[in-house]
């Protein structure tokens, strides 16, 4: 079965320019996440759908940020206009939440780097 | 959610079993400890998780004691591939956002 995937791997754009990030999540899984790290810093959650609605978007640093799962199937997380601190790897992961207990387990793609220049 | 504190990291050599103590003080009734696995330019990898006393699988140990103020991650008979970035992480259910601390570097050399 795939992984989750993420596309692009690597992204170089310049400051102003916009860039779309994909995730295809596990098939079936209902839950889908977008982490980001930051040059040096730790891993910060940025927002969670569950199917096509987003549950929690409290990680979400502004508005030029926008994340998207139409069907709730894949999703996209664009960056319109990125700025220089923006760069960073961008993770997605998903799950599907287990009947009783804590689920807990996510499945992380690769990750999207994105270079601003 | 509870904030977790473990070592920056660790330093071993292959063959020897390695402990990482992961301090959770606040943590709540319904949370679960969870630990993941990252190495360079990859997502973090879920590795195991429990709620409270001994949890084993196929590549670890999960030692909690009975106050679950702490947990510990055993690796027996660690190689070089295990050298990565070891983070735990507490969160009470399902579809909750995981926060990621600074995590513990281990490296692992022959």
């Known amino acids: 079965e795939a992984g989750v995937t993420q596309f692009p791997s690597h992204s170089v754009i310049e400051k102003g320019q916009t860039v779309t990030l994909r995730c295809d999540p596990i098939?079936?899984?209902?839950?889908l996440y977008w982490y980001r790290r930051v040059m040096g810093k730790e891993i910060k959650f940025l927002l969670h759908?569950?199917?096509?609605?987003?549950?929690?978007e409290s990680g979400m640093p502004n508005n030029r940020f926008l994340a998207e799962r139409t069907g709730g199937t894949y999703s996209t997380l664009k960056v319109q206009p990125a700025e220089l601190e923006d760069s960073g790897v961008y993770f997605c992961?998903?799950?599907?939440?287990?009947?009783?207990?804590?689920?807990?387990?996510?499945?992380f793609g690769e990750g999207s780097r994105l270079t601003v220049l | 959610l509870a904030k977790t504190t473990q070592p920056i990291s660790m330093d071993s050599y292959e063959g020897q079993e390695v402990n990482i103590t992961c301090s959770h003080n606040?943590?709540?009734?319904?949370?679960?400890i969870t630990w993941y696995q990252q190495f360079p330019s990859q997502g973090p990898r879920f590795i195991i998780q429990?709620?409270?006393t001994k949890v084993t699988n196929e590549v670890a140990s999960l030692f909690i004691p009975a106050d679950r103020k702490s947990s510990t991650l055993s690796l027996p008979r660690v190689s070089l591939s295990d050298t990565a970035v070891y983070y735990c992480l507490v969160a009470n259910q399902a579809g909750t956002a995981l926060i990621f601390g600074k995590g513990t570097t281990l490296s692992v050399s022959s």
């Open positions: 098939s079936g899984h209902d839950n």
């Open positions: 759908f569950v199917k096509e609605s987003k549950q929690d």
């Open positions: 606040n943590i709540a009734t319904n949370d679960y």
């Open positions: 429990g709620y409270k």
């Open positions: 992961a998903s799950s599907q939440p287990r009947t009783g207990g804590f689920g807990g387990e996510l499945f």
